[in-house]
């Protein structure tokens, strides 16, 4: 038997593990995981181990297909790419949005956001990045200067305390979770802060288990009582941080003493008091994810954990940093890329003259690149499309599924009704494809070559090692086509990925340094990498942040009561997240793997007595203008007053309920009600 084993990275976490795909006679038959790699060290989790399943399905798209008579039928490549071309030629460039994908390598997002960008000359481009974890990095670029995870991976091997908030990283993330596991019988101390006793509470040196929605207070409290005892870094608040006399003078405030904030969060006294004492020691990595980020105030939650690892000097240094995880495997890549509003690639803004100036030198389109503002957000899109003003008119998708992912499913699939026309480029034929006019088929991560961007900035080679189904084709090549048909070839000139990673380290600061063959390692490169002898940076901010003063800033937090309170009619706060069978809308992982339960809502068993509730009952949750209904799970995991819902499973508008009614964005958690259906 001939089996050849082709290095790549696992298609769904942002963690960035590495793998090697079986591959037999030009089909994948399994994984193994990489031995060699330093983030995964020969591991995978079950769904790494599962990930090669979906590549065979026979769902997978394999022609392109175009509306004719309300009917989605197979057409040939021209035909698709011309009827795509006549059609965009038709509108105006402010009438254009783009969705660019997580899930594709670095290269199609960088094809991609050109192509909008230069050919259609929108700024209006963006990624689920919005409906995930709105503002998981930004706001660490207002502290630090520079928006992205500040150590690594490795670190945990070195770090003494590990405190995690608002992460559910043994399920989500669980080689992330398998480095805590290991470090904590190193000896390091492991702290978790979460409402619920999760997968990755149990285990912990301290399990600090407070009211959704209270993280700033918490924060503060901790922070109140370093000061108080007089266990902040004072030289590295001497040296390299501005803003802490106004800092100190706000967190000292009585509404964060101890007493304060333990009645107000739930967590008893001693545990902030010891939690206290533990983060203030040398050598702390906080870690964090979407329950931190989902919340209407997630940029305050955010400044509050730069705030605590600028008092305790725990930063710069291997065994210290702030991890925020995120949630696909590229989405890091997609940011960096430019996929976004605001952005070209690495970070530069689209609305400063001097860089808007090289991207139009640099890409030489005869009839200019759009103009330096910045365009809509995903959510902006949705909302400009359902006011049924006609501002946009032209829509094209790659690699996402808005219909189940938005907040507010009937609230995407009105949006998309709106359109006149609408592309989708995908793997398979998702819900979002039910309202295309052309649908292309795309390769999958085990057909293309190309990088990917970790949670960690760890930039990863993916290796070609599969035959595509059918007619799919690269997503960048079906762009560089569709922007041919358009009269714009010699700006898509491309042969190869290699050569889309060149022109795209030759416009992005941190990855200038970086060819195909110095990533051709096990351990890829984490950027910023500036040049070609540069080694890669594991650690952000060693001697100096990336401010303008290379100071870190500390940007107090005031905590304020959430927008909408619980009352003795909406007694509960009702909060959702994920489990680990599933993956996000499900159009992989379900492919995958068949658990065959359903969602279900978990509730304090305290509570549920004195409703009458029991497990497998049938439940209706009910918010003041929203309601579903699930199967109850009663558990001791979740503090008394507190529901969990697993957010996968679209049959229950999960995320509707969370929505906040005001903002139209996801406000972390809401108040609700719970009776049982008779
Ligand atoms: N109901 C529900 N909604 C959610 C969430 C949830 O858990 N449940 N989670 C939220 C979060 S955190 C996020 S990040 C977003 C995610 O939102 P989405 O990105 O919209 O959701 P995914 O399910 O990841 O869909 C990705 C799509 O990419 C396709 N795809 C995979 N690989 C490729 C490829 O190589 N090329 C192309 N062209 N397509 C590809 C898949 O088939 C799938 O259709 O959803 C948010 N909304
Ligand atoms: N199995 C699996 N793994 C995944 C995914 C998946 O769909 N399935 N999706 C991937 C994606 S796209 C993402 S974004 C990541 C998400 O990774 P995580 O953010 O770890 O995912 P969740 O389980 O939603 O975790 C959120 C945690 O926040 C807690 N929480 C709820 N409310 C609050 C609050 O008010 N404050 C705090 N501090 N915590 C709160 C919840 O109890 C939960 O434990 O996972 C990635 N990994
Ligand atoms: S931890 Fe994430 S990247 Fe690693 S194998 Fe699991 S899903 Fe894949
Ligand atoms: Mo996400």
Redesign the pocket.
């Known amino acids: 038997m001939d089996l050849k084993y082709v290095p790549t990275t696992c ?1 769904y976490c942002g963690t960035g593990c590495s793998l090697y795909l079986v591959v037999r006679d030009g089909r994948v038959v399994g994984v193994a995981p990489s031995t060699r790699s330093p983030v995964n060290e020969g591991k995978l989790c079950p769904r790494g181990m599962s990930s090669w399943k979906f590549i065979n399905s026979p769902d997978r798209l394999t022609r392109p297909l175009i509306r004719k008579d309300g009917t989605l039928v197979p057409v040939s490549w021209t035909e698709a790419v011309l009827l795509i071309a006549e059609r965009f030629r038709h509108y105006r460039p402010s009438e254009f949005c783009v969705l660019s ?4 390598s670095n290269e ?1 997002n960088y094809v991609m956001m050109k192509f909008a960008r230069g050919v259609l000359k929108t700024n209006h481009i963006d ?3 919005r ?3 709105a503002s998981i990095v930004e706001p660490l670029a207002d502290s630090f200067g520079c928006q992205a995870m500040t150590g690594s991976i490795p670190d945990l091997s070195t770090a003494r305390t590990i405190f995690v908030i608002g992460s559910n990283a043994f399920a989500q993330h669980p080689l992330i979770g398998r480095r805590i596991a290991l470090a904590q019988k190193r000896g390091a101390t492991y702290i978790c802060a979460d409402p619920r006793r999760t997968f990755t509470g149990e285990g912990a040196d301290l399990s600090l288990q407070f009211h959704a929605g209270t993280d700033v207070l918490l924060l503060n409290g901790i922070m109140q009582e370093i000061l108080q005892n007089g266990w902040e870094n004072t030289a590295f608040i001497a040296e390299r941080t501005r803003g802490f006399a106004e800092f100190k003078n706000i967190i000292m405030d009585p509404a964060y003493s101890v007493s304060a904030v333990s009645a107000a969060t739930g967590v008893p006294e001693d545990h902030i008091r010891r939690a206290a004492f533990l983060l203030a020691q040398p050598d702390c990595i906080v870690i964090y994810s ?1 329950g931190i980020t989902k919340q209407g105030d997630s940029a305050a939650n955010i400044h509050s954990i730069a705030n605590l690892q600028l008092l305790t000097g725990n930063i710069g240094r291997p065994g210290t940093g702030i991890n925020p995880l995120r ?2 495997n590229n ?1 890091q890549g997609a940011c960096d890329m430019g996929a976004q509003p605001f952005y070209f690639t690495g970070y530069q803004r689209v609305d400063d003259a001097v860089v808007h100036k090289k991207f139009t030198d640099a890409w030489q389109f005869p009839d200019g690149i759009a103009p330096a503002i910045c365009g809509y957000e995903i959510t902006e899109m949705m909302d400009t499309l359902i006011s049924g003003s006609g501002e946009l008119k032209a829509m094209y998708i ?5 219909v ?4 507010d499913i009937n609230h995407a699939k009105a949006a998309l009704t709106n359109l006149e026309f609408l592309v989708v ?4 034929f ?1 819900e ?1 494809c039910e309202f295309a006019d052309v649908v292309l088929p ?4 085990a057909e ?1 070559d190309g990088t990917q961007t970790s949670t960690e900035r760890r930039i990863q080679r993916w290796h070609r090692a599969a035959t595509p189904p059918g007619e799919a084709k690269a ?1 960048w090549r079906i762009i560089a086509d569709i922007a041919a048909a358009l009269g714009y070839a010699d700006q898509f000139p491309w042969s190869s990925y290699d050569e889309i990673f060149t022109e795209i380290a030759s416009l992005t600061p941190q990855y200038a340094g970086l060819d195909y063959d110095r990533l051709e390692t096990p351990d890829g490169m984490q950027w910023p990498c500036p040049t070609a002898v540069h080694p890669g940076t594991p650690h952000l901010y060693t001697d100096r942040f990336a401010t303008a003063d290379g100071l870190g800033i500390f940007l107090p937090a005031v905590w304020h009561s959430p927008r909408e309170t619980t009352d003795t009619e909406y007694p509960f706060r009702f909060t959702t997240g ?1 489990c680990i069978f599933h ?6 992982a379900r492919k995958s793997t068949s658990t065959g339960e359903s969602g279900w809502v978990e509730i304090n068993s305290t509570d549920a007595g004195r409703l009458g509730i029991e497990s497998g009952d049938p439940v209706r949750i009910i918010t003041r203008d929203s309601a579903t209904s699930a199967v109850a799970r009663v558990t001791t995991e979740i503090l008394p007053g507190t529901l969990f819902m697993p ?2 499973y ?1 049959e229950f508008e ?2 509707e309920l969370v929505q906040n009614t005001v903002t139209g964005r996801d406000a972390g958690s809401r108040p609700a009600k719970i009776e049982k259906i008779r």
């Open positions: 298609p994908s997580p899930r594709t199609d990624h689920c990045e409906l995930c974890h979407t949630g696909q989405i790659m690699g996402e599924n808005p189940l992912s938005d907040l480029q995908d793997i398979f998702n979002t795309a390769v999958c991560f293309r997503d994920r993956w996000d809308t499900g159009t992989m957010s996968h679209v999960t995320r």
